[in-house]
């Protein structure tokens, strides 16, 4: 593929490139260019515009549904509710992407300030190794949202095709990719089957890319942190205290250099946190809700192409929803190591000052940066286990009713 391979040195704009289909559809939500400071910002909200268009069509049409039937005591109409809970997900990310667009440019800038354009540096700090984890990554999710994306897309269209008793009859809703509600009956017209799949296709387009882009950003802002907080760690293991006796004017200038780094890169946790804590909180249950939704669909049909519709998401939710909790683990952990590669110096042979300063420096290391939500959740292993069982107890309830 052209410009697989990032140019030298590696640049912060190699890790935000968007997949192809985004390209096609100009669903890119995120357009980076630099300006004439150098300065990375979004040149184009065009994605955002088509994103809210197709989302208000959706939403408003099958609100008004849901509303209309349950305020008159009947049940919504060619209602898909696995369907209505995912592309909920999905709009809850692209709404996070939309409200918090500016702190998400100006988190991007800050790491790419952090980012040497040195090659030597960028070795030194091992930029290439989370490049290659970066392209891995993109590689295997443009293979797979390629080929799975058409084939999701096109199998409620070859179900039609196959199993259609002649023009006149009226279409089902596992003939329909989304189902929901139209005006003047028109999901259930023939006539129309084409442009209300195209409709649906667009929609789900749409749903992709939120997800897609909200995954990017959220995996490369872990990624540099990282990587940063790694080489902060290799820098604390090299420091010998006994520095402190024989040169301390130049020993604390350079320690003084690593703990605002430290500091800094605190600050940085934090704010990435701020950007996806909102989120986190609503579409990790949303998506415990749909992956109960799918399962429960997949348990009751028999039907081998509405199996192969459903698996496809049900497979994505717990995928993704397993990184994300895995990500949190692993930010963890690396702030923690702060903490073990100071434990591990021998700073009992360090000046009387140096060993005042590093209890202190102890005591502060020992807050680990954690991704959460408002202090009612973390997001790690513990979050992914709370999930899979929240979804198998929604599953069990509507089993047993």
């Not at 939403?59 to 008159?72: A, K, V």
């Amino acid at each position: 593929m052209k410009n697989a391979e990032p140019r030298n040195p590696i640049r912060m704009e190699d890790f935000l490139r968007p997949q192809m289909f985004q390209k096609w559809t100009r669903l890119v939500h995120f357009d980076w260019k630099r300006d004439g400071d150098n300065r990375l910002v979004n040149s184009s909200s065009i994605a955002f515009w088509i994103s809210a268009i197709l989302n208000l069509l959706f939403f408003g049409l099958n609100g008004w549904d849901i509303i209309r039937h349950l305020s008159s005591g009947g049940r919504p109409s060619n209602q898909n509710p696995p369907v209505i809970s995912i592309t909920i997900y999905f709009s809850i990310r692209g709404l996070m992407l939309f409200v918090k667009r500016r702190e998400i440019i100006d988190f991007v800038n800050a790491l790419d300030r952090e980012c040497p354009l040195e090659t030597q540096k960028q070795l030194e700090m091992r930029l290439e190794r989370t490049y290659k984890s970066f392209w891995q990554r993109y590689r295997f999710l443009r293979v797979y949202v390629h080929s799975t994306g058409p084939i999701f897309c096109c199998l409620p269209l070859a179900v039609y095709l196959l199993t259609n008793q002649g023009f006149g009859a009226p279409i089902t809703q596992h003939n329909q990719l989304l189902g929901g509600w139209m005006p003047f009956n028109l999901r259930r017209n023939p006539r129309f089957y084409p442009l209300v799949w195209l409709f649906d296709v667009s929609c789900t387009t749409c749903g992709v890319s939120f997800f897609l882009t909200f995954d990017n950003l959220f995996n490369v802002m872990q990624g540099h942190l990282i990587m940063h907080l790694d080489h902060l760690c290799r820098h604390l293991e090299a420091i010998n205290p006994a520095d402190s006796v024989t040169n301390e004017v130049e020993f604390f200038a350079d320690l003084r250099t690593l703990v605002q780094r430290q500091q800094l890169l605190n600050r940085l946790c934090g704010q990435y946190n701020d950007i996806f804590k909102v989120a986190f909180l609503v579409s990790n249950f949303l998506g415990a809700g749909s992956l109960c939704f799918y399962l429960f669909m997949l348990s009751e049909t028999t039907d081998l192409f509405m199996i192969i519709q459903y698996i496809t998401p049900t497979m994505v939710l717990v995928a993704f929803t397993f990184e994300i909790c895995l990500r949190g683990t692993q930010l963890e952990e690396a702030s923690a190591r702060i903490e073990s590669s100071l434990s591990q110096q021998a700073w009992y042979m360090g000046s009387q000052r140096y060993r005042k300063f590093f209890f202190l420096w102890m005591q502060y290391s020992q807050r680990t940066q954690k991704l959460g939500a408002f202090g009612l959740m973390e997001v790690n292993m513990v979050h992914f286990t709370d999930i899979m069982q929240l979804a198998y107890r929604l599953f069990t309830f509507l089993k047993s009713h």
